[in-house]
């Protein structure tokens, strides 16, 4: 019989006698791996998720906000995070005349309520001109979106996203040319936009938004200021490029800690660093459970080799040596361990299926690598003590053991 | 051949009490001798026969087991030595319970080192035949009687090939009968195999029926 077959057997053998026992002790790491891998998986379909709600935007967009809100790849805080600084025309105007953008939007954003009779629903409005929607990929739905014409004019029309629309009306397709009013002034609902999806985890829900020429606006904004100006650069340029020119035009008015010029990529990583600490922090609390799951193996074995000594005394009287009986419990505990991380293993697989519908976490080969690596490991960590134990009792003072 | 000289075992029983198991044994077994180690319980014979077997070791004095002198191996060569040389019956038979018979019979194959001259199973299953146990190669060991269980571990002693068998009170669980049986086998692979037999044993019958009776007491042999 070959040796390893023979160690694994017994092994096994043991567990079978054993039933409740070995899958009571392997609970703690089927918990821990399972919390572990779970989390990651989180953690990832997050990263995709933001990722994802980004991408739609286009990588070429680029906002200019007041203060120095991003520093070293993190966001930061503080007065100067916020900066005391807001755009007008004349910043436009100057941006505009880069080559290198394609659009040049000011955006004006304000938390409002938007009522139509007694129902009302609490929305973001976004007021820009007419080219906001090229820059954020936005396409009506039902209706139109507005132009220059009612910027020039403005008229007291609004654009709503899907979601606010269906809040309010019922349906969508509902919400054309009805009216609403926001802040106590009332508009004509000109267009529906198409839904974009997401929202949440840091991502902006462009569905829930009013969008609103920047003109009209200037009825809740009598300064005429912009809290942010969104860039789109041509597509055949790169954006460090261009955000340099948007620097560089800026700086002759401002100073530079007065403003900054973000890119998609970086509020990405930096948006992404924060859940990454987040899932990080959570993943090692759920690490802890894992040692506590060691230490019940751990435990456990003490009782067993304790139970096994005559067996012990037996299997040295007819020559097993000490790394023999060293080997023989080693196994058991990292297969004790290992059988809880498959355990958590196919339970986190199986919640992560669950899920899938309303959350795209995902398990990738570097989870299922690390669950199964680290539960081998705690089975060895955990189970070298009472091996030793096991292995270093005299042959004669085992086999005299009753 | 095993040579004892000057052989002492004491045990450290307190702080200032110390136990002499042994006093001063100078022993040699010949190749293929069947001798008894005779005397009353707590005389020493089982102290003597784990020394004989390796199991133990002297607190003072030399065993030498054909040129090899015992204190000179390590760990690991002492193992191996017990694993070839030896082989072990007891009074509680010692099988391991969650193994089947065959299993039981075969593990000494499992820990040896070298490499075997016979396939273990077919060994097994011939000493299984030879020893009248057809049919219960599968059986756990707390499903056969104990005459059966002392058979297999006569078996499971003789798989390697030792040249010394090392029983102690091998019949001291089994009735009259069953236990004559026992002693029979054994001294039929004596003389068929030539292995060298120790048994030990507080039954004056069995060890005269031995060629060399070695009496001890008070761990003095006389």
Redesign the interface.
């Known amino acids: 019989?070959n040796?390893i077959l023979?160690i694994l057997k017994?092994a096994i053998?043991?567990f079978s006698?054993n039933k409740g026992r070995t899958f009571l002790t392997s609970m703690g790491i089927l918990i821990g791996v399972f919390a572990v891998v779970l989390l990651i998986a989180f953690g990832l379909g997050l990263k995709k998720y933001i990722n994802d709600q980004f991408e739609s935007l286009g990588t070429n967009l680029i906002r200019v906000i007041p203060g120095k809100i991003l520093q070293g790849g993190s966001f930061r805080s503080g007065p100067s995070a916020l900066g005391a600084i807001r755009f007008d025309e004349k910043d436009i105007s100057r941006l505009q005349r880069l080559k290198s953008a394609l659009y040049v939007v000011p955006v004006v954003s304000k938390s409002i309520s938007v009522s139509i009779g007694k129902g009302s629903e609490l929305g973001d409005l976004y007021a820009s001109s007419a080219d906001i929607f090229a820059s954020l990929n936005l396409k009506s739905q039902y209706g139109d979106i507005f132009t220059r014409k009612e910027v020039e004019k403005r008229s007291k029309i609004v654009v709503i996203g899907p979601k606010i629309a269906e809040k309010l009306f019922g349906s969508a397709d509902l919400a054309l040319d009805k009216n609403v009013k926001i802040e106590g002034q009332t508009f004509k609902v000109m267009g529906v936009l198409e839904a974009k999806g997401g929202g949440g985890f840091g991502g902006p829900d462009l569905d829930s938004f009013v969008y609103m020429p920047y003109t009209t606006a200037q009825v809740f904004n009598p300064d005429k200021k912009f809290i942010a100006i969104i860039v789109k650069a041509k597509s055949d340029i790169s954006v460090d490029q261009v955000k340099k020119e948007i620097s560089d035009s800026l700086l002759k008015r401002y100073k530079k800690d007065d403003f900054s010029v973000i890119d998609q990529a970086e509020l990405l990583s930096a948006i992404g660093s924060i859940f990454g600490i987040m899932n990080a922090v959570l993943i090692a609390i759920a690490a802890v459970s894992l040692i506590v799951g060691g230490i019940g193996i751990m435990n456990i074995m003490y009782v067993t080799v304790t139970e096994r000594i005559?067996?012990i005394?037996?299997?040295?009287?007819?020559?097993?040596?000490?790394?023999?009986i060293l080997y023989q419990f080693l196994a058991e505990s990292i297969a004790l361990s290992i059988l809880g991380g498959v355990m958590g293993l196919l339970l986190a697989y199986g919640v992560v299926l669950l899920i899938q519908k309303l959350f795209p976490a995902y398990i990738d080969t570097g989870s299922v690598a690390l669950a199964l690596g680290v539960s081998s490991l705690i089975g060895v960590l955990f189970g070298v003590f009472p091996a030793k134990k096991a292995a270093d009792l005299?042959?004669?003072d085992a086999?005299r053991y009753e | 051949m095993i040579k004892l000289q000057s052989l002492w075992k004491q045990y450290q029983l307190d702080k200032e009490l110390i136990f002499t198991a042994l006093k001063n044994i100078n022993l040699t077994l010949k190749d293929g001798e069947f001798s008894s180690i005779v005397g009353p319980s707590g005389s020493g014979k089982s102290t003597l026969m784990h020394i004989i077997g390796l199991l133990d070791k002297p607190s003072k004095g030399k065993v030498t087991i054909g040129d090899k002198d015992v204190s000179m191996l390590s760990d690991d060569e002492i193992s191996s030595l017990r694993n070839e040389f030896v082989g072990f019956v007891f009074q509680q038979f010692n099988l391991i319970p969650k193994l089947t018979v065959l299993e039981n019979i075969m593990m000494p194959a499992v820990y040896a080192r070298k490499r075997l001259a016979f396939d273990p199973k077919e060994k097994a299953l011939s000493l299984i035949k030879q020893f009248g146990l057809d049919g219960k190669e599968n059986s756990f060991p707390n499903k056969i009687s104990g005459g059966q269980q002392q058979r297999v571990a006569i078996a499971r002693a003789l798989i390697m090939e030792p040249k010394l068998i090392l029983a102690d009170e091998p019949t001291g669980n089994l009735d009259t009968k069953t236990g004559q049986g026992i002693l029979d086998l054994l001294h039929k692979l004596h003389k068929t195999e030539h292995i060298t037999v120790v048994v030990v044993t507080h039954d004056p019958i069995i060890a005269a029926k031995t060629e060399r009776k070695i009496e001890i007491k008070d761990g003095e042999i006389l």
């Open positions: 019989m040796y023979f017994s053998e043991d006698r005559k067996e005394g037996i299997r040295r009287a007819i020559g097993a040596r000490k790394t023999d005299s042959p004669i086999i």
